[in-house]
């Protein structure tokens, strides 16, 4: 990897981090901050949940970063028939053998597009759970390591939407971030349109790492130097959810750890080895709301709202200097 040294010694790949954005942003155009916030995830080595109304890009995104990195890629098309055996994988007797042989499902990738997942029920999407925070899987008793990185990709259309099922709640704080993408701009939306005059420009992606130097950005993320101070402004930030009146229930330990991490990754981006106090500010909505219960409010409706609170707690927290 092509690589620069920060003032404090840490070596940073910027050139390289540099180069998967803009292999990026040739499919997915004019929304950089959608495209940090998703390498955020990868980076720190979490799972990242999409949610937006059919057709504004998310299966693209998710798509087009599989394509920039050398990794295994797998799309699965969530349905309402989903089993858990047809992600996990099943032991199959092999007469041949004389024994049973365990063939493995689609989750053994390290790139997953688990797309419109909230389309399948609550028994399939709750067999993720290990796999999302162990990185491994049990089936019949034995445990099945899956590729290194593993990072899965889950896309979901609202709640509302008809035919759709809400995530549980252990498993969307598993989720790194959460994210929505948005309509794009009337510019932005003829650039999309030419750049699929020909072909679709996807076809085009070239990978621009490999599997090895995404985790060795991941170790990298871990380097990047949080200050006490900046630590304490996080605290504050995720103590004051589990307090505030009218929440039921407030960001778990595993929430502070994601934000802690997740700003981590995205100084890491932004060419920097150390966390700022704006770095949090970013990252505290997306990596937060969707962790919260709010009384009386589901669906998009509850993260909004979560959203709305988080956003004024930050607005109250001291600042450090």
Do not use: W
């Amino acid at each position: 990897m092509d690589e620069a040294h920060s003032a404090a010694g840490l070596t940073i790949p910027n050139e390289t981090i540099g180069r998967l954005i803009a292999e990026i942003e040739k499919v997915y155009i004019g929304k950089r901050d959608r495209i940090e916030l998703a390498l955020v995830t990868l980076l720190a080595g979490g799972h990242l949940i999409i949610e937006d109304v059919p057709g504004v890009g998310k299966t693209i995104l998710a798509h087009t970063i599989a394509g920039a990195i050398d990794c295994e890629f797998r799309r699965i098309q969530f349905t309402p028939d989903l089993l858990p055996t047809d992600l996990l994988g099943v032991n199959i007797f092999d007469e041949s053998k004389s024994r049973f042989v365990f063939k493995r499902g689609p989750l053994f990738a390290s790139i997953i597009l688990a797309d419109e997942i909230n389309r399948t029920t609550p028994k399939t999407q709750s067999c993720l759970l290990e796999a999302m925070n162990e990185y491994q899987i049990t089936v019949d008793g034995v445990v099945h390591p899956l590729p290194q990185p593993f990072c899965v990709l889950a896309t979901q259309n609202p709640f509302e939407y008809e035919g759709t099922y809400p995530l549980p709640e252990s498993q969307l704080d598993r989720f790194f971030l959460r994210m929505n993408l948005g309509y794009p701009t009337t510019q932005q939306g003829k650039d999309v349109i030419r750049a699929q005059q020909l072909a679709h420009p996807i076809e085009d992606v070239e990978p621009v790492m490999r599997a090895s130097d995404v985790m060795d950005l991941q170790q990298l993320v871990r380097q990047v130097h949080v200050s006490d101070e900046v630590l304490d402004y996080m605290m504050h930030i995720v103590e004051a959810t589990r307090d505030r009146e009218g929440v039921i229930t407030g960001v778990s330990p595993r929430g502070g750890i994601h934000l802690y991490r997740a700003s981590q990754g995205l100084a890491l981006i932004r060419d920097r080895d150390y966390v700022e106090p704006d770095d949090v500010k970013e990252l505290a909505v997306p990596v937060l709301s969707h962790r919260m219960r709010i009384p009386g409010v589901g669906g998009s409706g509850g993260f909004e709202e979560a959203a709305r609170i988080v956003g004024e707690i930050m607005e109250r927290a001291p600042v450090p200097l």
